[in-house]
């Protein structure tokens, strides 16, 4: 069965530091999709970035890059100079042909970023 | 291009009561897939729809149900409530029904209370 762990739940950062939240999964599939999404207290899931597993490069958007390390399952997303805004509580997802189209979600991070 | 829509927002239920939560999806998405999040469970699937079929199911009992329209608009019904069917739940669309490239979008979430 495919697994999301993530092992940190709570993370603290000062504004404009850079972030690693940290994403294993497990998977038997050859073709799957990570995804990373952002929780507000608003309850509102909201897309990040996402990374294919063939793709050889990195995945970028914006201030948010996704280290992706195939052969150690691997998916940490990298967030670069926080904002205040950030703080969010923040999940790493994945699908494939095992869950077909469902998104098998991690527990979820907190991060808190301070002034 | 408007975001997925849910309806209501919150919702508070006694228990054997049954509700009905609706989503519109992004306009041109033709998935439409249910989530429920709770403390202690987490984000658990619940199932998917494409094309007025649900072609996914996750590990939820009877009670809950779903169903899809030719625009794509799905409810989702939970009936004889629990106390544990308190939770968040989520839709989200997606484009295709496909693989590990489909990235599903949420809405905001319908907040179900059940006492």
């Known amino acids: 069965a495919q697994k999301i762990t993530q092992t940190q739940p709570g993370m603290f950062v000062q504004e404009k530091e850079a972030v690693t939240l940290d994403c294993t999964y497990d998977?038997?599939?050859?073709?799957?999709?990570l995804f990373w999404y952002k929780q507000p207290s608003s309850g509102e899931m909201i897309f990040l970035i996402y990374?294919?597993?063939?793709?050889?490069q990195n995945a970028t958007e914006g201030r948010y890059s996704l280290n992706f390390q195939k052969a150690r399952k691997s998916a940490n997303l990298v967030i670069s100079a926080s904002q205040l805004g950030d703080s969010a509580m923040y999940f790493c997802?994945?699908?494939?042909?095992?869950?077909?189209?469902?998104?098998?979600f991690g527990k979820g991070t907190t991060l808190s970023v301070s002034s | 291009k408007a975001g997925v829509t849910q309806t209501p927002r919150y919702l508070i239920k006694t228990r054997g009561q049954q509700v009905t939560l609706s989503c519109s999806p992004i306009s041109g998405h033709r998935s439409v897939s249910w989530y429920q999040q709770t403390p202690g469970q987490g984000l658990q699937f619940l199932f998917e729809?494409?094309?007025?079929?649900?072609?996914n199911k996750g590990n939820f009992p009877g009670r809950f149900s779903g169903r899809q329209f030719s625009n794509s608009r799905s409810e989702m019904n939970v009936s004889t409530l629990e106390l544990g069917d308190s939770a968040l739940y989520l839709c989200a669309s997606s484009l295709e029904r496909g693989g590990p490239t489909d990235t599903q979008y949420f809405g905001p979430g319908t907040r179900l209370t059940v006492l």
């Open positions: 998977t038997s599939d050859q073709s799957y999709g």
């Open positions: 997802a994945m699908n494939g042909n095992q869950a077909g189209t469902a998104l098998i």
């Open positions: 990374q294919g597993s063939y793709d050889e």
């Open positions: 729809y494409f094309s007025e079929t649900q072609r």
